[in-house]
């Protein structure tokens, strides 16, 4: 398959070129960064992002796309599902 943008870095504004599904855990960190998380099922998030700031989003609709650099998504405090860690 093509792939015209091969020789191109990738930078943050960029589209994902790499998804992972993150379940919830209260110790355990995210097997990489991401540059984005996908909602699939609504409800509410709460990560500590890449700074190691712990922020919780609430209410947040199904299949939103939030563009942040979380590090861990948290099992307490996340009731939002089908999440997808984008990169």
């Not at 960029?14 to 599904?21: D, E, N, R, T």
């Not at 110790?27 to 922020?55: H, P």
């Amino acid at each position: 398959m093509t792939d015209r943008f091969e020789g191109y870095s990738s930078g943050l504004s960029a589209p994902a070129a790499h998804g992972f599904a993150i379940t919830p855990h209260d110790s355990n960190d995210l097997s990489e960064v991401t540059r984005a998380v996908y909602v699939g099922t609504a409800g509410d998030l709460a990560l500590v992002l890449a700074s190691g700031a712990a922020v919780s989003f609430a209410n947040v609709a199904g299949g939103t796309l939030l563009p942040v650099r979380a590090k861990q998504v948290k099992a307490t405090g996340t009731s939002a599902g089908a999440l997808v860690g984008l990169l």
